[in-house]
C-alpha cells in the first residue's frame, strides 16, 4: 500500500514530534486535536523545535516553511478519511483507546492500518473494539522522537504478516530501525527504563547522591547519553508515572511500584522539559539549565 498521508491523533509531546518526523520525510501529516487551543499550542512547539533545528544548523528556514507547510491542524477526526496511515498518541486508558480505534475504524478505509504509539496498553484488547483486528498494530516511538533511532513494532494476537511487513517498511522510511515485537505489557523498552528510573528515584529519596551524581554516574560508568533522571524528564513524569502504574497493575513485581517522588514531582506540576521543571530545571529550547533540579 503507497501511504502518502499520515493521520496522527493526539497533539502532545509524542503526537507532535512524530508529525514533525513524518513531515520532514516529505510526507503529508494530518494531525488531529481535541481543541483549537491544543493544536495552536502544537503547532507553536513544533515551530520552536523547528527553530532550534535551524539554529543548529540542520535544516535551513525553507526547510522549515515546507515541513510546515505538510502538517495541518484540526479537530475534525473525519478528515482522517483522506489518511493512508493512522497512528494514535494519545495517552488514555484501554477503554478510551478502544472507543478510539472504534470510531477511526468506521472513517478510514478498509485497508488503512491503525497503529497506537501505547508502551504498555493491549494491542490485542484493542485491536478487538474494530472490523479490522489483522490491520491493527503498535507503532511505539521513543522520546526523544527526532533523535531516537528505533521503533518497536508490537503485534497483536491478530496482527497479519502484512501489515507487520509494511508498517517495518514506513518506519525504514523514516530512516528508523524497526524491531518486531510480540505483545507483552512494557514491550522492551519501557519493561527496562521503568526500573532503573524507579531505581534512580529511590537513591535519590534515600539521599545516597544528589540528581546531578547520579545522572553523571549513569552517563558515564555505561556510556548512556543521558542519565535515568533525565531521561525521565525527556520522557515526561506524568507519561512514566502512568508507565509505571500499568506495569505495577499489570505484573505485580515491585520493580514496577512508583517511587514517591516521582508521584510528588507529578502531583506538583513538574513533569520535566515540558514544564520547564522536573528532576532538573530547562529552559525554552528544553536545554538542561547548570545545576537546575530537585537535589533530593
Not at 491523533?9 to 514530534?17: A, M, S
Not at 488531529?32 to 528556514?61: C, F, K
Request: net charge negative; hydrophobic share 40%.
Amino acid at each position: 500500500m503507497s501511504v502518502r498521508t499520515w493521520g496522527v491523533v493526539g497533539t502532545g509531546p509524542n503526537g507532535r514530534g512524530i508529525a514533525q518526523l513524518v513531515a520532514s520525510k516529505g510526507l503529508e501529516v494530518i494531525l488531529v486535536g481535541q481543541t483549537a487551543e491544543d493544536l495552536a499550542q502544537a503547532r507553536r512547539q513544533i515551530e520552536l523545535s523547528l527553530q532550534h533545528e535551524i539554529e543548529r544548523w540542520a535544516i535551513t528556514e525553507s526547510e522549515k516553511r515546507a515541513i510546515l507547510s505538510r502538517i495541518s491542524f484540526t479537530t475534525d477526526m473525519t478528515e482522517l478519511a483522506k489518511a493512508d496511515f493512522v497512528l494514535t498518541a494519545r495517552i488514555g486508558d484501554i477503554k478510551e483507546d478502544q472507543e478510539l480505534l472504534r470510531t477511526l475504524d468506521q472513517i478510514c478505509r478498509g485497508e488503512v492500518i491503525l497503529a497506537s504509539n501505547t508502551s504498555t496498553l493491549s494491542i490485542t484488547e484493542m485491536a478487538s473494539a474494530t472490523n479490522r483486528p489483522d490491520r491493527v498494530i503498535g507503532c511505539h516511538f521513543l522520546q526523544p522522537i527526532l533523535r531516537t533511532k528505533v521503533v518497536q513494532v508490537v503485534r497483536g494476537l491478530k496482527t497479519s504478516d502484512e501489515t507487520v511487513a509494511e508498517v517495518m517498511s514506513l518506519v525504514d522510511r523514516l530512516d528508523r530501525t524497526g524491531v518486531e515485537v510480540y505483545e507483552s505489557p512494557g514491550y522492551i523498552t519501557t519493561r527496562l527504563i521503568v526500573p532503573l528510573i524507579n531505581e534512580a528515584c529511590q537513591l535519590l529519596l534515600e539521599g545516597v547522591a544528589s540528581a546531578e551524581d547520579i545522572d553523571t554516574a549513569m552517563r558515564l560508568g555505561f556510556e548512556m547519553p543521558r542519565g535515568p533522571l533525565e531521561i525521565a524528564d525527556r520522557i515526561g513524569l506524568d507519561t512514566v508515572l502512568v508507565m509505571a502504574e500499568r506495569l505495577w497493575r499489570e505484573y505485580g513485581d515491585l520493580k514496577y511500584r512508583p517511587a514517591p517522588n516521582l508521584k510528588k514531582l507529578v502531583r506538583a506540576g513538574h513533569l520535566g522539559v515540558e514544564t520547564g521543571e522536573g528532576f532538573f530545571k530547562y529552559d525554552a529550547d528544553g536545554d538542561r539549565i547548570k545545576n537546575g533540579g530537585t537535589g533530593r
